[in-house]
């Protein structure tokens, strides 16, 4: 079964950047699509970003692209999310979730909390 475990979050200034990692055990990424989703206190969560199994192709909410970055490295069964120039909206539990199509995430991560704030 994949398990998958987000690390990276914390508190950073705004302006600022983090990169999250998700990392599986227990199965290989190598045919599996990761999005990354956030849930702010009081809102509905929301899809960020999404690589599919291979790279290839990547897809960003409006909020985050320019500013965000999915990729991937099999060899480490890790996906990475870089996010730079931080904002206090980005504050959220970011969750990563993986299944065969970006369209389709079946496993989730526990999440990691990113706070941005002065």
């Known amino acids: 079964q994949l398990q998958l475990v987000e690390s990276g979050g914390g508190l950073v200034q705004p302006g600022g950047s983090l990169r999250l990692s998700c990392t599986a055990s227990g199965f290989t990424l190598d045919y599996t699509a990761i999005n990354w989703f956030r849930q702010a206190p009081g809102k509905a969560r929301e899809g960020v970003a999404c690589?599919?199994?291979?790279?290839?192709?990547?897809n960003y909410a409006n909020s985050v692209k320019g500013r965000f970055t999915i990729s991937r490295d099999n060899a480490k069964n890790t996906v990475y999310l870089q996010m730079n120039n931080l904002k206090p909206e980005d504050t959220a539990v970011y969750y990563c979730a993986g299944g065969p199509l970006c369209s389709r995430p079946s496993s989730w991560g526990q999440g990691t909390q990113v706070t941005v704030s002065s």
């Open positions: 690589i599919t199994s291979a790279g290839i192709s990547t």
